[in-house]
């Protein structure tokens, strides 16, 4: 889906500046309930072990290692913040008892075909704490050959020599957290690193031949300004990493204590932040990057934006994917998982992780299952968010409904959308436009039954 960089006008983009979910699960993970209990969880295991399941859909990993050494001010994920480097080794025992309780249900060597190591850090482990994680998981899990194996890298923790562990452990898709190279807005933010250490360890990355190198920004930060976010913005293709995921900070300070460190008086106005976004837009576009979709960009060449113009993308809890729609259990602290037609969220807290292993449970301690109004919809909104479209046969067929009288109220409220030239509805089925392409969340949320009554939208991020 080409589309020219001159057809984004900032009105537009102004017009949409509001809350939404970003989708990378339908329900939400906010939907989650403490109902479903570690009994749930289990059952959806077994079932997997024994149901057709375990030989057809394909089973990812995500590991969170909650550790930093310094705080990030604008930080809402669940870390610990410490110098002790001592915690890590019990912390990974926990992790090797969290396995062995899952092989107890879904048996030995299942295989994988994407792991991701998120954060908090997952380069605070030393390289021999990560060469241990990595010897645990191909002990109790098979790792496909071109599988995709990623980690989340902290450029402050990493050297040329920590790269060549990586690429020995056999990670070959590193993520780097830069958010910007702005020395001024780097220090409002508590994460000073200067670009050139950035720009050092990318090119040390493709000398050793990792498969893509994905860069992170984020856009709304103290201290911004349109014109140095647009130095940065520069840099970024001059690096030209392989990826880009570019996100508008969400200020929640109220839900996310580090924030409360940021002077609001230092933010960029919502004006200023659609001119970022707008120039961003702008700059990646015109250096020749793919708009993947909601926040990606990838260059022609790699494998997200070849699987976009094949019609392959899906969404996990970690964003676009090449990876078909699989399983995925979460391990460590507050990570999500999806087993069947089940969500599950480990607790949250490093105690209550702990404690739930020490009496031999699954950590599990909210989750949701899957009513069938939930699994139809979420056919919906992850078609529109994956392939910008839904063709109605398809979902009637799989869900034995009937899509234009099923969703006779949302078609009705996409009429504003079609006016404004985001979407086309006719008889096969929806279309989302080239220029709809850049607000694809306001056009799934249009089927998100939780979010017709809801009045706390304020809790997401905004859909641009």
Not at 279 to 291: M, T
Not at 394 to 417: G, H, K, M, P, W
């Amino acid at each position: 889906m080409s589309v020219p960089v001159q057809i984004v006008p900032e009105e537009l983009l102004s017009r949409f500046d509001v809350p939404g979910p970003r989708y990378t699960s339908f329900p939400t993970a906010d939907r989650f309930v403490e109902a479903f209990t570690t009994d749930d969880y289990v059952q959806a295991l077994t079932q997997r072990r024994t149901g057709l399941a375990a030989h057809s859909r394909p089973l990812s990993l995500y590991v969170h290692i909650p550790f930093c050494e310094s705080l990030c001010y604008y930080c809402a994920c669940n870390k610990i913040i410490t110098k002790h480097h001592e915690k890590a080794a019990s912390y990974l025992s926990y992790l090797s008892r969290e396995v062995d309780l899952h092989t107890q249900y879904i048996g030995q060597g299942q295989t994988i075909s994407q792991l991701h190591l998120g954060g908090g850090s997952p380069t605070f482990l030393r390289d021999d704490e990560l060469r241990e994680l990595m010897v645990m998981l191909r002990r109790n899990f098979t790792l496909a050959p071109g599988g995709e194996y990623s980690i989340e890298i902290d450029p402050r923790t990493v050297d040329s020599a920590r790269l060549d562990t990586l690429a020995e452990l056999g990670f070959n898709r590193l993520s780097f957290g830069v958010q910007d190279f702005d020395p001024a807005v780097q220090k409002a933010v508590h994460r000073v690193q200067p670009a050139e250490q950035v720009f050092a360890l990318i090119d040390a990355a493709r000398k050793r031949g990792f498969d893509s190198i994905n860069i992170d920004l984020i856009y709304g930060l103290p201290r911004q300004t349109p014109e140095s976010f647009a130095r940065t913005l520069e840099q970024v293709n001059q690096l030209r990493p392989d990826r880009i995921a570019l996100y508008a900070y969400a200020h929640l300070p109220e839900r996310f204590k580090p924030q409360r460190r940021i002077d609001a008086q230092t933010l960029p106005n919502a004006a200023a932040k659609v001119a970022m976004l707008s120039r961003s837009l702008v700059s990646f576009l015109s250096a020749g990057y793919v708009y993947v979709g909601m926040d990606h960009f990838a260059l022609p060449d790699d494998a997200l934006a070849i699987a976009k113009r094949q019609g392959r993308l899906h969404r996990n809890f970690q964003g676009y994917s090449t990876q078909p729609a699989c399983d995925m259990i979460g391990l460590g602290v507050s990570s999500i998982g999806r087993v069947g037609a089940t969500y599950s969220q480990n607790a949250k807290t490093l105690e209550e992780y702990c404690d739930l292993i020490d009496q031999g449970r699954l950590p599990v301690v909210r989750g949701l299952a899957l009513s069938r109004d939930d699994l139809v919809r979420r056919a919906v909104i992850m078609s529109l968010m994956c392939q910008g479209q839904v063709l109605f046969e398809s979902i009637d067929l799989a869900y034995l409904v009937d899509c234009r009288n099923y969703f006779t109220r949302e078609l009705e409220d996409l009429q504003s959308l079609v006016e404004q030239g985001l979407v086309t509805v006719d008889d096969t089925g929806i279309q989302v436009t080239a220029q709809g392409w850049f607000f694809v969340r306001a056009v799934a949320m249009v089927f998100d039954r939780y979010l017709q009554t809801d009045r706390t939208r304020a809790r997401f991020s905004k859909i641009i």
